[in-house]
């Protein structure tokens, strides 16, 4: 897998968790909290510059706390 190093995550801006980059379908990417599953927006992506640019975008909302609490929670 590969690793975007020009990107740093912050701490989870809800619980202060771990921060974790996804992507899902080969076409879409990201952040989601990995203890309280609060996540940004999706950025989808057609191609490999694309995808380098949907990650620092999502690892941006991220760290400025842009995220949607999981409405899941106990
Ligand atoms: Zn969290």
Known sequence: MEINP???LED???C??????VHEGGW???VE???CSAHTVYVEYANNDEKMKA????VTLWN????IKSEAGE
Do not use: A, W
Not at 16 to 21: E, K
Not at 55 to 58: D, L, M, P, R, S
């Open 6 to 8: 020009n990107y740093i």
């Open 28 to 30: 879409n990417v990201q």
């Open 33 to 35: 909290c990995t203890d």
């Open 64 to 67: 400025l706390g842009k995220v």
């Open 55 to 58: 990650e620092e975008q999502v």
């Open 16 to 21: 202060r968790g771990s921060g974790m980059v």
């Open 12 to 14: 989870c801006p809800i």
